[in-house]
């Protein structure tokens, strides 16, 4: 069965330190890793990796795909206050493109 | 900027109730999906559709129905609530199925008691 794990379910950091959010999958046919950011609204799109993308970087959040062994990670460093939400993992397929599968989110709270 | 709008943010409906959850996209997207969103269990797919009169089945469509009479709408039903269906609904829409990226409403929170 297809899954998708993340790690930790959740953390409490205070602003300024550097938090690494992990997501491994298990997943047929692996196309591509989606990372999304949620607050108390909707979820909110950070990064796409595939084989031909497997790290991105945007000011302070960075990401990075190792489909050796079939995990990502999100580097969010000088965390603030705005950095806190839940993370979302979220995997596509080739050959069935509908689906996304998605793991159960990390917590962040970054604490001033 | 792509905008999904859900008709409600908070929503108490009692057991037994039919149960409409409306969501507006603004982009013209082909592809709508609606997920329920649980403490430990994540995002599961409830329903999703390729066009306009098109549905197909998600991994949890037990309890739901839907509509899409138009491309930019699509309306989750839940014919006779239940206390389990108690949830945080997303809706999310995309270009097509070549796309992977999906763009989320706010999410209706559904209580029924």
């Known amino acids: 069965e297809d899954k998708v794990v993340q790690s930790p379910l959740s953390l409490v950091v205070h602003e300024g330190d550097t938090v690494t959010l992990n997501c491994s999958y298990e997943?047929?046919?692996?196309?591509?890793l989606l990372w999304y950011k949620q607050e108390k609204k909707a979820p909110t799109f950070l990064f796409m990796l595939?084989?031909?993308?497997i790290e991105k970087k945007s000011g302070r959040l960075s990401s990075i795909l190792d489909k050796k062994e079939l995990f990502s990670i999100l580097n969010i460093t000088a965390t603030q206050t705005g950095d806190s939400a839940i993370y979302l993992c979220?995997?596509?397929?080739?050959?069935?493109?509908?689906?996304?599968?998605f793991g159960t989110g990390t917590r962040l709270q970054v604490f001033p | 900027d792509v905008k999904v709008t859900q008709s409600s943010r908070y929503l108490v409906k009692r057991t037994g109730e039919k149960v409409f959850l409306e969501c507006v996209q603004d982009m013209d997207h082909e592809n709508m999906f609606w997920y329920r969103q649980d403490p430990g269990l994540g995002l599961r797919l409830i329903y999703f559709s390729y066009d306009v009169k098109m549905k197909e089945k998600g991994d949890i469509p037990e309890g739901y129905s839907v509509s899409r009479e138009k491309k930019e709408r699509f309306s989750l039903i839940l014919e006779s609530a239940s206390t389990n269906q108690t949830s945080m609904y997303l809706c999310?829409?995309?270009?097509?199925?070549?796309?992977?990226?999906?763009?989320f409403g706010p999410g209706t929170r559904l209580t029924v008691t």
């Open positions: 999310a829409s995309r270009p097509g199925t070549s796309y992977y990226e999906q763009y």
């Open positions: 997943v047929t046919n692996f196309r591509s």
């Open positions: 595939t084989s031909s993308g």
């Open positions: 979220a995997v596509g397929r080739d050959y069935n493109t509908d689906k996304l599968i």
